[in-house]
């Protein structure tokens, strides 16, 4: 399968622990999207990159979030700390990128469930 | 205001029916726009990529107003199997081509 993977597929933590999340995207892609969906709405823009080059993070986003993609292949993002509020879809998704804006491939999503 | 708003939903419509949906979008430098849908549950997939000159994918058509800041999704002939919340995704020169997606309109086709 040459798609989108991510991993976990689902994660239960307690709060306040630090949770971490994989995404491979798809190989000849160059950019990467990070995006939380909560249920009845749509996926919430959180971080992109260009390769390695993180490019933007929402400033919705507490410092408590972190993504990081260090050889511009896989990524990875991390909640410290978590919250109940964190629970959510944590969609990846990657692109052939730039500027204009290239259509989109998603992974399944990581089901996050803080108790 | 949201940088992308749709049709707040749900539309439940009869099989056989045609169904409209609509998306507005605030960013004037917008460049790149797309349908996706989504099934209950699962990832976001690309429908169709909405051109200037408006396109046609078998029953369903896209339409992009420029001046008017909004596309449209058009589906004729609906059929059950087209239940699932369509999301309307736009990406901007200005804001480095990131994919901003709405909220969703929400679906139902009912025999």
């Known amino acids: 399968d040459t798609g989108v993977s991510q991993d976990p597929r689902h994660k239960i933590t307690k709060r306040g622990q630090n949770v971490t999340f994989r995404c491979d995207p798809i190989?000849?892609?160059?950019?990467l999207y990070w995006y939380r969906q909560t249920l009845g709405q749509g996926p919430e823009f959180l971080t992109y990159f260009q390769n390695e080059a993180q490019l933007e993070k929402s400033r919705l986003l507490s410092d408590r979030f972190s993504a990081e993609r260090p050889k511009g292949s896989f990524s990875t993002l991390e909640i410290q700390r978590t919250e109940q509020g964190d629970s959510a879809m944590y969609l990846c998704?990657?692109?052939?990128?730039?500027?204009?804006?290239?259509?989109?491939?998603f992974g399944q999503g990581t089901r996050l469930t803080v108790v | 205001r949201k940088e992308v708003e749709q049709d707040p939903g749900p539309f439940n419509v009869p099989e056989g029916a045609t169904v409209a949906f609509n998306c507005t979008y605030s960013n004037s430098a917008s460049q790149s726009f797309f349908w996706y849908r989504q099934d209950c549950r699962k990832e976001p997939k690309l429908l169709m990529s909405v051109y200037s000159s408006g396109n046609e994918d078998g029953r369903f058509t896209a339409q992009l107003n420029r001046a008017s800041q909004y596309i449209s999704l058009l589906i004729r002939d609906s059929k059950l199997s087209d239940s699932a919340t369509y999301l309307c995704v736009v990406s901007s020169y200005n804001q480095g081509g990131k994919l901003i997606f709405g909220q969703g309109t929400e679906l139902s086709v009912k025999p």
């Open positions: 998704a990657s692109s052939r990128g730039g500027a204009q804006g290239t259509e989109a491939f």
């Open positions: 190989s000849e892609h160059n950019r």
